[in-house]
């Protein structure tokens, strides 16, 4: 029987011989593998929970402009026929897959001031290239849970015996209410198209410099309120840098960006995405229908968010902290 690595490699047609897939790390909606053979070696992308092919075209739309704007990412592959996404037969799980360049490189050091000064010309390169979009922002960054909508989530919870059931009843009774509050729609006219998910997490350092990884989300978000997102994470989150967070906002303003960090309400995108994934993780954690492997990755992020959740005074100083920068 075919395994799955020969079989991307007849479908991307890569070359004969034997490959191997390697597991390599598991995010949110999807599987990296590492596929070895013929002498090279591809990043494959399993997709665990289903396939938006016009999502998929936005990747490759964004991701093939930025490369021709002087922003390195991997090669994203077509298959045989054309397609940025292929499906595996039934016989090998029916998955949907996805072929990357594999990039060899370490994690970004986001205390580094060239990677942070990098970040800020990255993103502003994107939201200068994706002005003028007429798509609206995804609700994962315009709204959240409501009052209702957790004390559903939390009832199917404790009715599941999970151990942090208490720490999501406490989140739902205090944090998300008061996150909640600044989070809203965009002003239209700050849209773009852009990547939504900088972090240092997809980006790898290699002999050429930054690698931006993970284009999966591309679309349409206010360009205030992605750079406040990017501030906070590359900064440090709740233990922010302010050195750190005003060098990577001078780069962006240096390189022609147009985004402006003003109050909490720049924040919205920060708030909506943390409070949305707590919401979904936990869903996922408690239901029937997935595997094991995925009600256990689920609620182990549960946890983690719980845990790592922005602070409003904090992210009230950070804001404090870039006055002047405008």
């Given at each position: 029987?075919?395994?799955?690595?020969?079989?991307?490699?007849?479908?991307?047609?890569?070359?004969?011989?034997?490959?191997?897939?390697?597991?390599?790390?598991?995010?949110?909606?999807?599987?990296?593998?590492?596929?070895?053979?013929?002498?090279?070696?591809?990043?494959?992308?399993?997709?665990?929970?289903?396939?938006?092919?016009?999502?998929?075209?936005?990747?490759a739309a964004l991701r093939d402009a930025a490369e021709k704007l002087g922003i390195s990412a991997p090669r994203?592959?077509?298959?045989?026929?054309?397609?940025?996404?292929?499906?595996?037969?039934?016989?090998?799980?029916?998955?949907?897959?996805?072929?990357?360049?594999?990039?060899?490189?370490?994690?970004?050091?986001?205390?580094?001031?060239?990677?942070?000064?990098?970040?800020?010309?990255?993103?502003?390169?994107?939201?200068?290239?994706?002005?003028?979009?007429?798509?609206?922002?995804?609700?994962?960054?315009?709204?959240?849970?409501?009052?209702?909508?957790?004390?559903?989530?939390?009832?199917?919870?404790?009715?599941?015996?999970?151990?942090?059931?208490?720490?999501?009843?406490?989140?739902?009774?205090?944090?998300?209410?008061?996150?909640?509050?600044?989070?809203?729609?965009?002003?239209?006219?700050?849209?773009?198209?852009?990547?939504?998910?900088?972090?240092?997490?997809?980006?790898?350092?290699?002999?050429?410099?930054?690698?931006?990884?993970?284009?999966?989300?591309?679309?349409?978000?206010?360009?205030?309120?992605?750079?406040?997102?990017?501030?906070?994470?590359?900064?440090?989150?709740?233990?922010?840098?302010?050195?750190?967070?005003?060098?990577?906002?001078?780069?962006?303003?240096?390189?022609?960006?147009?985004?402006?960090?003003?109050?909490?309400?720049?924040?919205?995108?920060?708030?909506?995405?943390?409070?949305?994934?707590?919401?979904?993780?936990?869903?996922?954690?408690?239901?029937?229908?997935?595997?094991?492997?995925?009600?256990?990755?689920?609620?182990?992020?549960?946890?983690?968010?719980?845990?790592?959740?922005?602070?409003?005074?904090?992210?009230?100083?950070?804001?404090?902290?870039?006055?002047?920068?405008?």
């Amino acid at each position: 029987m075919q395994n799955t690595g020969d079989f991307i490699a007849d479908t991307y047609a890569l070359g004969t011989g034997a490959w191997t897939m390697t597991p390599v790390t598991r995010g949110a909606l999807g599987q990296i593998w590492k596929l070895s053979g013929d002498g090279s070696s591809w990043a494959v992308k399993e997709l665990l929970f289903g396939c938006d092919e016009r999502q998929v075209a936005r990747e490759a739309a964004l991701r093939d402009a930025a490369e021709k704007l002087g922003i390195s990412a991997p090669r994203f592959m077509p298959n045989s026929t054309g397609a940025y996404v292929s499906q595996l037969p039934a016989s090998l799980g029916g998955s949907y897959v996805k072929l990357y360049d594999w990039v060899d490189g370490t994690g970004a050091d986001a205390s580094d001031p060239e990677i942070l000064s990098w970040c800020g010309r990255t993103l502003a390169i994107l939201h200068t290239a994706g002005e003028g979009t007429s798509e609206t922002p995804s609700s994962w960054y315009e709204r959240c849970p409501q009052e209702a909508d957790w004390a559903e989530l939390y009832k199917g919870v404790r009715r599941a015996g999970v151990p942090w059931a208490d720490a999501l009843g406490r989140f739902v009774d205090t944090t998300a209410a008061e996150l909640a509050r600044y989070v809203g729609p965009s002003d239209p006219g700050d849209v773009v198209t852009s990547h939504l998910d900088m972090r240092p997490q997809n980006v790898l350092v290699g002999p050429a410099g930054p690698v931006l990884l993970d284009w999966d989300n591309a679309g349409a978000i206010s360009a205030g309120r992605e750079l406040a997102r990017a501030v906070y994470v590359w900064s440090g989150g709740n233990r922010f840098r302010a050195d750190s967070a005003r060098r990577l906002v001078r780069a962006y303003r240096d390189a022609g960006g147009r985004g402006v960090v003003e109050g909490l309400d720049s924040f919205s995108v920060l708030f909506a995405t943390d409070l949305n994934y707590v919401y979904v993780q936990a869903e996922c954690a408690v239901d029937p229908g997935v595997t094991a492997a995925q009600r256990e990755f689920a609620s182990n992020q549960v946890v983690a968010s719980l845990a790592s959740l922005p602070d409003l005074s904090a992210v009230s100083r950070l804001t404090a902290a870039l006055d002047g920068e405008w």
